[in-house]
């Protein structure tokens, strides 16, 4: 018999932030010292499914080494195979069938590895997959991507090819859209679209929040309350029982420059 425990979907997004080569050792965004944090955050949150951005290569080992045993790995890099920066969706293996997944590129070429959208400054997927979760008995569409940083047309555009291509997926479904849209949550372009296409902010319909609400981009500066939320958890056909965003530390270094975002949630009932 399910229990409510386990029929209850942990999810949680990060930019884990890319590894940069030009920092020193006791410098915050330095990864050899950042990466332990990682792996302890995502031993000790335990989650379904995790959305991974900014993840080149050289970060994977880390990723796998902490999610490996108990999670499949979806996405490939922006530039094709490992290459550039990956989105990328952990799985809970006990939980989930996955039933099928693909990755595109938010342009006006969506199969075109490594194309650019409109005035982006590189290259911006999505990762979906649709599953079976076995807690539920319900098959549910997971998604993680990453919009453009600098062109405001390319998030816009990105956002409307983001709904169109989940809705294909998901038909009726449940459906999680997780990332860092890089775009302000509640006043901004993308959430207007992905808010029309029907998805709800976890931050703004959750039951109940864990801790401060914060801004999800300190920058390795102290969290703003009340600040700019760029990473989100959005949802369809699911009730939102809690959103957290916090910046884990450990022995005070923090494991990226993003805020950690985490939601659980619920199919919602008939």
Request: aromatic share 6%; net charge negative.
């Amino acid at each position: 018999m399910r229990t409510a425990e386990t029929s209850a979907l942990k999810v949680l997004t990060q930019n884990i932030r890319f590894h940069s080569a030009d920092t020193r050792s006791g410098e915050a965004d330095h990864w050899p010292e950042r990466a332990p944090v990682l792996a302890h955050l995502l031993r000790e949150a335990d989650a379904d499914v995790v959305g991974a951005q900014e993840v080149l290569a050289s970060q994977l080992p880390v990723l796998d080494e902490a999610l490996g045993a108990t999670h499949e790995r979806l996405g490939i890099g922006r530039e094709g195979g490992g290459r550039g920066e990956h989105n990328l969706l952990f799985l809970r293996r006990e939980r989930f069938e996955v039933r099928d997944w693909d990755q595109f590129w938010l342009s006006e070429q969506p199969a075109l590895i490594g194309s650019v959208g409109w005035d982006g400054h590189c290259p911006r997927i999505a990762v979906w997959a649709r599953v079976l979760d076995r807690a539920s008995g319900q098959e549910i569409v997971l998604a993680v991507t990453h919009l453009d940083h600098a062109g405001e047309l390319a998030r816009a555009r990105g956002a409307e090819l983001l709904a169109a291509r989940l809705r294909e997926a998901a038909g009726a479904a449940p459906l999680v859209l997780m990332g860092d849209f890089n775009a302000a949550g509640g006043q901004s372009a993308a959430w207007d679209v992905l808010r029309e296409a029907g998805l709800e902010d976890a931050h703004d319909v959750a039951a109940a929040h864990d801790g401060q609400d914060i801004g999800t981009f300190p920058d390795y500066g102290a969290p703003e309350p009340g600040g700019t939320r760029i990473d989100w958890i959005l949802s369809r056909g699911l009730d939102v029982e809690q959103y957290r965003a916090w910046v884990p530390q450990l022995g005070g270094r923090a494991a990226s420059d993003h805020a950690t975002v985490s939601a659980r949630l619920r199919p919602t009932r008939p």
